[in-house]
């Protein structure tokens, strides 16, 4: 399974956007990338995925590099909620398609 | 959208004991699921996989005699953790997903139950 290293923490300022980038320079052709975020003591939340194009949604875009070897989650303006743990995950190219967790990267969003 | 329950949300029981954690996917058919166990300040670690009407599939380390996973329906799984210990408290987290439609559920994951041993 690719692995993905990401900052152990990061700040952002409540209104502002905040930038979480990910490395995972293994991945391979079929492989996703997905993130989730934890929001102490619950389960993970979906954020966004994808394989190779850039993805928006309502919560945060997702851009990958053209070589896939990383991407950056960008939520546009961080409040004071978005304060998690942000798991940048590559799903498993096995048939489980299961999600193996790194140690994220907690985001603090200061007012 | 997707919503997986599971109960109960937290649980105190005395060594010794065994505790059943229930993971329900409410508005899909789950054909697989996880459960993953967190300590704190750590990440989620992955315990098992069970794919609906089979035996789980678990990852190193983790003691299948310990942690049953029970799969038996497409909607509800269960981790009943035997014989409990202090060392066995945790935050224990299961996460649901289906061939059937993937694209319009992908992974869904439980509040997470609290256990802990005394």
């Known amino acids: 399974d690719a692995k993905t290293t990401q900052p152990t923490s990061m700040d952002c300022a409540e209104g502002r956007a905040a930038n979480l980038p990910c490395n995972h320079s293994?991945?391979?052709?079929?492989?996703?990338v997905y993130w989730y975020r934890q929001i102490h003591s619950q389960g993970p939340q979906y954020i966004i995925h994808?394989?190779?194009n850039n993805e928006t949604n309502e919560m945060a875009s997702l851009i990958i590099t053209e070589d896939r070897k990383s991407s950056t989650l960008i939520l546009p303006h961080a409040t004071l909620r978005d304060t998690a743990v942000y798991y940048c995950?590559?799903?498993?190219?096995?048939?489980?398609?299961?999600?193996?967790f790194g140690q994220g990267t907690t985001l603090q969003v200061k007012p | 959208g997707a919503v997986v329950s599971q109960h109960p949300s937290w649980v105190i029981c005395k060594s010794g004991t065994s505790v059943k954690i229930e993971c329900r996917s409410l508005?899909?058919?789950?054909?697989?699921m996880f459960w993953y166990r967190q300590f704190p300040k750590q990440s989620l670690m992955l315990m098992a996989t069970?794919?609906?009407?089979?035996?789980?599939?678990?990852e190193q380390g983790v003691e299948k005699d310990k942690f049953l996973i029970n799969h038996a329906s497409l909607t509800l799984s269960t981790l009943t953790v035997t014989s409990a210990h202090p060392e066995d408290s945790s935050f224990y987290i299961c996460?649901?997903?289906?061939?059937?439609?993937?694209?319009?559920?992908?992974?869904?994951f439980g509040s997470g139950t609290r256990l802990t041993v005394v």
């Open positions: 996460s649901a997903t289906t061939t059937r439609g993937w694209a319009n559920y992908g992974y869904t």
């Open positions: 293994t991945i391979s052709g079929n492989e996703y």
């Open positions: 994808g394989l190779k």
């Open positions: 995950i590559v799903r498993s190219s096995s048939n489980t398609g299961k999600l193996i």
């Open positions: 508005d899909f058919q789950a054909t697989t």
């Open positions: 069970s794919n609906e009407g089979s035996k789980a599939t678990y």
